[in-house]
């Protein structure tokens, strides 16, 4: 049972980022347009760190309430309802990486990039460097993330338009704020959503891996410095998916309390800074962008198989898997790769948006 105390640090980050939001665009006209979207683009970041914890249950019982927190659309780019659908899609741990059932999957089906032609996997290859996933890689996934929305809603897809028609109604409330008390252009606005995804993108860049495991699939990076913070220490991301329910602010305690357990679980994926993985991976590729774990499935050309079991034991931690059944009928199970991927979270099959 969740107490208010357990819940205050989340209402008071999130009063924190709607107050720090208004005072710099309040105070735009002092800073200039350059300075007020850097600044900005913090807050974004943020914000959508708060709405990956408000879909996991925090910090009212109610999810309405919940959602009523982050209706105001700072981010811009992506509906939240979209992101949450998404990301609950994504906790289906057995899918972990898998370009077609995971939406946040950073590999494409390999017969899909045997056949991309040589400028798309040049694209592609940098995408995959941590300076790729920072410069074009919110560019890449909002470019699939938004062609495979629009060919659902025009497929009669309601919820996805009833998501898209909300999420208007937080950008009005968004513009109306800026045309009101901000002396920047809107494009400062723009820079500064598309700044914050660029944030959001050094957290996502290698949460997952490629594991015959599910379970250690998921990264751990023992960062305590101010990425972490803004990133509501979901780098501690292996304790995160073993229990969503956990707030941001225990994480590391649990992690701490039971470490060799799940470096074990993990198998070792682990960092020790997001310094370290600046050092590695800036301007270096960590993975290949064809999913090295697959091979050509049965039926349809298209299809891939992960040799791995569908369903693996959790054998050191137990999660509440209640959030993620309730979207189990929300979209068909398999989707082209390449369409799919949230904010923070990442929405290309090589670098999908998602929080």
Not at 112 to 125: E, F, Q, S, T
Not at 251 to 262: C, D, G, I, T, Y
Not at 345 to 355: L, R
Request: proline share 6%.
């Amino acid at each position: 049972m969740r107490s208010l105390r357990e819940e205050l640090p989340t209402l008071a980050l999130l009063i924190l980022c709607y107050l720090g939001f208004a005072a710099v665009s309040i105070g735009s006209s002092t800073v200039g347009p350059i300075a007020t979207a850097l600044i900005l683009s913090v807050f974004v970041a943020l914000h959508a760190s708060l709405q990956h914890e408000i879909l996991h249950g925090h910090p009212f019982k109610n999810q309405f309430w919940n959602d009523v927190l982050v209706f105001p659309a700072i981010g811009i780019f992506v509906p939240y309802q979209r992101f949450r659908d998404t990301h609950l899609d994504h906790h289906k741990d057995p899918n972990l990486t898998d370009p077609y059932d995971d939406p946040e999957s950073n590999f494409l089906d390999p017969q899909k990039w045997d056949r991309l032609p040589g400028v798309a996997k040049r694209l592609y290859d940098f995408n995959n460097t941590l300076a790729g996933r920072m410069t074009v890689g919110p560019a890449l996934g909002l470019w699939h993330f938004y062609v495979h929305d629009i060919r659902a809603i025009l497929g009669g897809q309601a919820r996805m338009l009833a998501a898209y028609v909300l999420h208007a109604g937080g950008l009005v409330l968004v513009g109306m704020w800026w045309a009101i008390w901000a002396s920047a252009p809107f494009w400062t606005l723009l820079a500064a959503a598309y700044g914050g995804m660029s944030i959001l993108k050094i957290r996502t860049f290698l949460e997952h891996r490629a594991h015959e495991r599910a379970a250690a699939r998921t990264v751990v990076i023992e960062d305590r410095g101010l990425l972490a913070m803004l990133f509501l220490n979901n780098n501690f991301h292996s304790v995160h998916h073993a229990h969503p329910k956990i707030a941001w602010h225990k994480l590391p305690a649990v992690f701490q309390s039971r470490r060799e357990e799940f470096m074990r679980r993990n198998d070792a994926y682990y960092y020790r800074s997001y310094a370290e993985i600046f050092r590695l991976y800036f301007l270096h590729v960590k993975d290949p962008v064809a999913h090295p774990l697959m091979r050509p499935g049965r039926g349809n050309p298209g299809n891939i198989i992960l040799p791995i079991p569908a369903v693996e034991t959790m054998d050191i931690v137990e999660k509440d898997h209640a959030d993620v059944r309730q979207l189990a009928d929300v979209r068909p199970t398999r989707v082209d790769p390449g369409a799919w991927g949230l904010l923070g979270a990442d929405p290309d099959q090589s670098g999908k948006e998602g929080h």
